[in-house]
């Protein structure tokens, strides 16, 4: 089992940043990729970014070159830089972990709020 918890949301004006934490616990050894979604009221999840076991990152074409994914395998800890925020970033930002095992696990998400 994994635990993971979200924490760094908040209120922050359109054009500021925001960092989000990750931190996991339990069997981290078992995690091959970690990566962040988001939902805004009335819509689907949206996948934001990933990173894998070795590095690989993917990021969603809404985010690019403004959220940098980054990971401290030291804390087992998983950030998420926003910088230049837009209200549409406005969402509850949920970290989500998959082992090799094939298993999913959720963290309980952080809201992000930008204001125009």
């Known amino acids: 089992q994994v635990q993971l918890v979200e924490s760094g949301g908040g209120l922050v004006q359109a054009g500021g940043s925001l960092r989000l934490s990750c931190a996991a616990s339990?069997?981290?050894?078992?995690?091959?990729?970690i990566g962040w979604y988001r939902q805004s009221p009335g819509k689907q999840r949206e996948l934001v970014t990933t990173?894998?076991?070795?590095?690989?990152?993917y990021y969603a074409d809404s985010v690019k070159g403004r959220f940098t994914i980054s990971r401290d395998n030291a804390k087992n800890t998983v950030y998420l830089q926003m910088n230049s925020l837009k209200p549409e970033d406005t969402a509850v930002y949920y970290c989500?972990?998959?082992?090799?095992?094939?298993?999913?696990?959720w963290g309980k998400g952080t809201l992000v709020t930008v204001s125009s």
């Open positions: 989500n972990a998959n082992d090799y095992g094939g298993m999913s696990y």
């Open positions: 339990g069997s981290t050894a078992r995690i091959n990729g």
């Open positions: 990173i894998n076991w070795v590095g690989t990152t």
